[in-house]
């Protein structure tokens, strides 16, 4: 079904689901996104100076917290939460109460689909969540619960249930997101293919998640969207969605649940400095090249059964595998292991009950 501008009437997951934004400056933007945002929970989480006011336009429903709220609700462990850096956001993962998480960034504004009608991401995002995944064969019509596809001839009947979708990974319209040396070499490019899609990237392969349009199921894998340590004090910035993409998707391969990626799209508006970012990024673009294969080949035992057991033996793999690399990796080890310990203690029933059975597929061994 194609994506449309019009709000149902009881919009979908009401009281499920809590949008998070981080920012740094007033959130003018939400004007355009009233139709689509104003029935939900906001999580505003303010980067930078905790003195500075933000704006917020009247009408939503809204909590925010800054950096001295952070400090306050998590004490010692507020030193896992990046600071000045979009990292942030994951704080608003960490304190929601919700079952759904949609977070985006406050230059993303409402794209429009090739017959111009506004496109209600959230939407899109949630019918995504609600209906199955296929991580284990790959379907080349796409997704085939959606309305018009099926699954091919020769797609396996045992595998059509499909997994439970865990994570929606949305698009951009016109300024791509690209790494910084893409954006010297091209920096007048701008995305205008739309492709009306959705996919699920295949059980074993990783991909680079972008957190300005994302949504995903907080109660199937909530503690593994860490954000990681990024921005004031660390050598390293602009990694922070993809190390989290990277520690879901190995997670998430392994309890059998699924991600999906492509529509809705967003209009990303505002091109971040290059210069900037290559300063940000340019440690990690030589460390992908070691980051990558350490994921490619981590395995999980059958014992790694929730996603905190899952995670914390990642951090350890980390640890082991990657502080050799730079010193910094034992430091982010450590800071995902404060980052379980901390989700624990704000969500303490959730901690027991996020046991996750593949819904066809066995765990790897």
């Not at 979009?86 to 919700?98: D, E, L």
């Not at 010297?184 to 009306?196: A, I, Q």
């Not at 969500?347 to 996750?356: G, I």
Request: charged content about 25%; aromatic content about 12%; overall charge negative.
């Amino acid at each position: 079904m194609a994506t449309s501008g019009s709000v149902p009437t009881t919009p979908l997951l009401k009281d499920e689901l809590d949008i998070v934004i981080p920012t740094i400056r007033n959130l003018d933007f939400l004007e355009m996104w009233r139709p689509f945002f104003q029935p939900y929970h906001l999580i505003i989480v303010q980067d930078g100076d905790p003195t500075r006011t933000i704006n917020v336009p009247e009408g939503f429903d809204y909590e925010l917290y800054n950096r001295n709220d952070i400090n306050r609700i998590l004490g010692p462990k507020a030193s896992c939460i990046s600071f000045k850096d979009s990292a942030c956001r994951c704080f608003g993962y960490m304190v929601s109460k919700k079952k759904y998480i949609y977070t985006i960034d406050d230059d993303c504004f409402v794209a429009k689909d090739p017959s111009g009608k506004q496109i209600n991401a959230l939407e899109q995002h949630i019918k995504n969540l609600l209906c199955p995944s296929t991580p284990f064969f790959f379907n080349t019509l796409y997704d085939p619960y959606r309305e018009g596809a099926d699954f091919v001839r020769g797609y396996p009947f045992s595998l059509r249930e499909g997994a439970k979708t865990a994570v929606s990974h949305g698009l951009w319209l016109n300024i791509p997101d690209y790494d910084a040396p893409t954006q010297m070499v091209k920096p007048l490019e701008r995305n205008s293919r739309y492709v009306d899609a959705v996919m699920t990237v295949p059980k074993g392969t990783l991909f680079p998640m972008c957190g300005m349009n994302l949504a995903f199921d907080r109660e199937l894998i909530g503690p593994a969207m860490y954000f990681g340590l990024m921005g004031d004090g660390q050598p390293i910035g602009r990694y922070d969605d993809m190390w989290a993409g990277w520690c879901m998707k190995v997670i998430c391969d392994h309890l059998g649940l699924g991600v999906k990626t492509g529509l809705p799209y967003i209009w990303h508006s505002k091109a971040s400095n290059p210069f900037v970012n290559l300063k940000k990024e340019y440690k990690g673009i030589f460390w992908q090249e070691e980051i990558i294969p350490f994921f490619q080949a981590s395995t999980l035992s059958k014992e790694h059964d929730t996603v905190q057991k899952c995670y914390n033996e990642l951090a350890k793999q980390v640890k082991e595998k990657l502080g050799g690399l730079d010193p910094y990796f034992v430091k982010l080890a450590d800071a995902m292991v404060t980052w379980i310990e901390a989700w624990d203690e704000l969500n303490p029933t959730a901690s027991a009950s996020t046991e996750t059975a593949a819904t066809n597929g066995p765990a790897k061994k």
